[in-house]
């Protein structure tokens, strides 16, 4: 009689073990998916992040006279080539004549290639694509008291700073409180003083936050000059 309720009393506790892991095994699995699904929701926003930059940077840059782009005309060989931005900004393309090209990006550019082209066709024209070769065209100058003068290319317009960076910072007894851009218009050649010794001297100078007035950037042909 014993030997019954002691069988009894062991069932039901195997049941009731069974029945824990059960539920112990149903609150792994899932765990186990919420974290896959929140680990693949972080991978999808850390790419959506990384994509964002690039495609930015590709559209920031405006191409100038001076750099190299490659056409590439879908389905059409004889019509894939690479062109020069002659001086004046321009360049020529088959079925499509002279394009200006100097202060637009390269989307601007094929938008306008497939529209020229487009003439030429009874049928939907095809797809243009116009990537930058060489950005050999931004060319802008530091002289005066820095530490490698010259002249230097960029991807995209610099600022000061940035700028003076790339000619290996000031050199000794320069005077930044009279350094000048000079810059390259239409109308020629025009003097833009810059505050160069507040913004070298940093924190001591600035205020946390937001500045006040954006860094002047160089474009193409302008000259910094520290004295």
């Known amino acids: 009689m014993r030997s019954g309720k002691s069988g009894r009393r062991a069932a039901r506790i195997l049941r009731a073990f069974a029945g824990c892991l059960a539920l112990l095994s149903w609150a792994m699995c899932d765990h186990l998916a919420a974290k896959e699904a929140g680990e693949a929701v972080t991978?999808?926003?850390?790419?959506?992040?990384?994509?964002?930059?690039?495609?930015a940077a590709s559209t920031r840059y405006t191409v100038n006279a001076g750099d190299e782009l490659e056409v590439f005309v879908w389905g059409e060989e004889r019509?894939?080539?690479?062109?020069?931005?002659?001086?004046d900004g321009t360049f020529a393309f088959p079925l499509a004549g002279t394009i200006k090209a100097?202060?637009?990006?390269?989307?601007?550019?094929?938008?306008?290639?497939?529209?020229?082209?487009?003439?030429?066709?009874?049928?939907?024209p095809p797809d243009v694509t116009v990537s930058l070769r060489g950005a050999t065209g931004m060319r802008f100058y530091?002289?005066?008291?820095?530490?490698?003068?010259?002249?230097?290319?960029?991807?995209?317009?610099?600022?000061?700073?940035q700028a003076l960076s790339?000619?290996?910072?000031?050199?000794?007894?320069?005077?930044?409180?009279?350094?000048?851009?000079?810059?390259?218009?239409?109308?020629?050649?025009v003097?833009?003083?810059v505050q160069l010794q507040?913004?070298?001297k940093g924190g001591r100078s600035l205020d946390p936050g937001n500045l006040a007035k954006p860094l002047p950037t160089l474009s193409s042909g302008d000259v910094l000059v520290i004295p």
């Open 43 to 55: 991978a999808a926003a850390v790419s959506a992040a990384g994509a964002q930059p690039q495609s």
């Open 79 to 87: 019509m894939q080539r690479q062109v020069l931005v002659q001086p």
């Open 102 to 124: 100097s202060g637009r990006n390269v989307s601007d550019i094929a938008a306008e290639l497939r529209e020229r082209i487009s003439l030429n066709y009874r049928t939907a």
């Open 142 to 161: 530091v002289l005066g008291k820095v530490r490698t003068p010259g002249s230097f290319t960029s991807g995209t317009a610099p600022n000061v700073l």
């Open 166 to 189: 790339m000619a290996g910072g000031t050199a000794e007894f320069a005077d930044v409180r009279h350094a000048v851009i000079l810059r390259q218009t239409a109308q020629g050649q």
């Open 191 to 193: 003097v833009e003083p």
């Open 198 to 200: 507040r913004l070298l």
